[in-house]
Nanobody, 120 residues
Framework: QVQLVESGGGLVQAGGSLRLSCAAS????????VGWFRQVPGKERDFVAA???????NYADSVKGRFTISRDNAKNTVYLQMNSLKPPDTAVYSC??????????????WGQGTQVTVSS
């Protein structure tokens, strides 16, 4: 079992920055792909970014050039640096993990989420 806890959310003005953290316990994340997702009430959850165990990264078009995902395996933590934030980035951000050697590509473990609010 992997437990994921997000932190770093908050209220920021448009153009500002936040760094979200996804801290894992229970197992090391070194063999897991970790993704960040966001959801606004009443809408579907959207993919934001992911980082594989090899360090390969993938981003949604809406955040490319503004957000950076990274991992620190020594701290068992994945980060999402969010710059040039815009009001449409307002959402609950959740991290999720899936084991790279599993047959399914579904994310197995999810955190509880952290609220990010960007004011105009």
């Amino acid at each position: 079992q992997v437990q994921l806890v997000e932190s770093g959310g908050g209220l920021v003005q448009a153009g500002g920055s936040l760094r979200l953290s996804c801290a894992a316990s229970g197992r090391t994340l070194s063999s897991y792909t970790v993704g960040w997702f966001r959801q606004v009430p009443g809408k579907e959850r959207d993919f934001v970014a992911a980082i594989g165990s090899s360090g390969y990264t993938n981003y949604a078009d809406s955040v490319k050039g503004r957000f950076t995902i990274s991992r620190d395996n020594a701290k068992n933590t994945v980060y999402l640096q969010m710059n040039s934030l815009k009001p449409p980035d307002t959402a609950v951000y959740s991290c999720a993990a899936r084991w790279d050697y599993a047959t399914s590509r579904e994310y197995t473990y999810w955190g509880q989420g952290t609220q990010v609010t960007v004011s105009s």
